[in-house]
């Protein structure tokens, strides 16, 4: 049920919910960008660091929760497919989007190149060697593992490490006072935005999911495409926004920040409280996770390759990236028509 069960699912009531959710997005990440860049200039915190943990945080608040409502309910499981499709949209389309909306290329520093990009290529192969890990030493078939809270705690305590590099930039950075700002309304603007995020997200993807099932979209090609492209909308937003302030470095720091965040935050929590409720164990398919981490592998790299050229992204750049994501949909749908045979098990 759609609205808090006031109506009940139909296409066009379907696509009502995906105009109004979207609308509610627009204006709590519109809320969520103006609190954060108020609160980073009354803490004193870098452009990057506002970025990658603030803006990333909160614009990626909608995945954490959708893992702990699922968790809660008892019928958490993994989506890697689902959880690699919204990295992959973030990295690729985001940027691009961001590049083009900027006025003129859309500029980058140093600190996002070396650091940002680089640590999240780091995520993304700690989160592979956390998958590989559970397939063997808590096999739950060929080519599949356990994912244990023990295992959960390596991607975590990662991201302990990166909290820590931002931390020390914080304390080596030397920002102006901000005058006037109020901070309780802030926090308040702030929690207000990521209200309004939840709520339509939840709405948003539950409206999707309708649709497909409709419509007969398989669930793997809803999963990486549609419901990742939902799910991503308020990293999309606040990203775009702040490009086009002329905010480069936030926009990009989100989006990193953002993925790494989903990555080493939201899967170990979703295994936390499957085993702290006694769900049902959380297994991850390697022979589907190893493909769909190559693809975001390749995709971080062609962004990281772009990025550093010239430390800008242009628009022909942004252009290509659009263009690899429409060659990721391609794939997508082939392999689940079973054109291509990559995937095992889709």
Known sequence: MVLGGLLGHS????????????????????????????????????????????????SSFPELASVVFTA????????????VGSAIFNILVIPALSGIVSDGELETSRTVVYKEAQFYMIAVSVLVITFALAVIYAPAGDLTGTLTPSLALIPLLLYGLYLFIQWQDVADHEAPPVEGVNVRRQWLTLGGGLLFILVAVEQLVSAVE???????????????????????????????????????????????????FDLLVAIPVGVFLVAATG????????????????????????????????????????????????????????????????????
């Open 210 to 260: 309708s649709l497909g099932a409709t419509f007969g979209v398989p669930e793997f090609l809803a999963g990486v495409t549609v419901i990742a492209a939902a799910t991503s909308l308020p990293d999309t937003l606040v990203s775009v926004r702040t490009a086009r302030d002329d905010e480069a470095v936030t926009s990009l720091g989100n989006v990193l920040g953002s993925n790494t």
């Open 279 to 346: 769900g049902a164990a959380v297994t991850v398919d390697f022979a589907v996770a190893v493909p769909m981490f190559a693809v975001l592998t390749l995709a971080t790299v062609l962004l990281f390759a772009l990025l550093r050229t010239d430390l800008s992204l242009s628009g022909a750049e942004s252009y290509s990236l659009l263009v690899t994501y429409l060659a990721f949909v391609v794939w997508v749908v082939a392999e689940s028509a079973g054109v291509t045979g990559v995937i095992q098990g889709v």
């Open 72 to 83: 809660l309910a008892g019928v958490f499981e993994m989506g890697v497919g689902s959880i």
């Open 11 to 58: 296409p066009v009531v379907d696509v009502l919910v995906l105009l109004v959710a979207t609308a509610f997005i627009w204006i709590g990440s519109g809320w969520l960008e103006s609190s954060a860049e108020a609160l980073s200039g009354h803490y004193g915190l870098p452009a990057v660091v506002q970025g990658s943990i603030v803006v990333a945080v909160g």
